[in-house]
């Protein structure tokens, strides 16, 4: 994963999937595009590259509670009825 990139790894979506990744501590957002599968530690959903977690204001904590949503890439609207909770 190329840490000034907006991308994330996911165990399970699809590469290329946009996602909106949502700080819950402070309400920043950032768009990523999953590239990477992963992260591979008990409790984490989802592993953003360095660059999104600055633009999201994690790196001093290293993780962070998170929401996120899939987003449609052809014009950013979102999918899915809510955001789901991860620990990110």
Same mark, same amino acid.
Not at 37 to 64: C, E, H
């Given at each position: 994963? /190329?840490? *000034?990139?907006? @991308? $994330?790894?996911?165990? @399970?979506?699809?590469?290329? @999937?946009? =996602?909106?990744?949502? /700080?819950?501590?402070? %309400? ?6 999953? /590239? ?10 989802? #592993?953003? *590259?360095? $660059? $999104?977690?600055? /633009?999201?204001?994690?790196? *001093? *904590? %290293?993780?962070? !509670?998170?929401?996120? !949503?899939? =987003? #449609?890439?052809? #014009? !950013? ?9 991860? #620990? %990110?």
């Amino acid at each position: 994963m /190329n840490p *000034s990139l907006m @991308t $994330a790894a996911h165990r @399970t979506l699809p590469f290329g @999937t946009k =996602v909106m990744v949502t /700080n819950k501590r402070n %309400g920043r957002s950032v768009v990523v595009r999953i /590239n990477d599968r992963g992260p591979f530690i008990r409790g984490r959903v989802i #592993d953003v *590259s360095k $660059a $999104a977690a600055k /633009n999201i204001g994690m790196i *001093s *904590s %290293g993780t962070a !509670q998170v929401c996120y !949503q899939i =987003v #449609d890439a052809s #014009d !950013q609207k979102v999918a899915g009825k809510g955001l789901k909770a991860i #620990d %990110g």
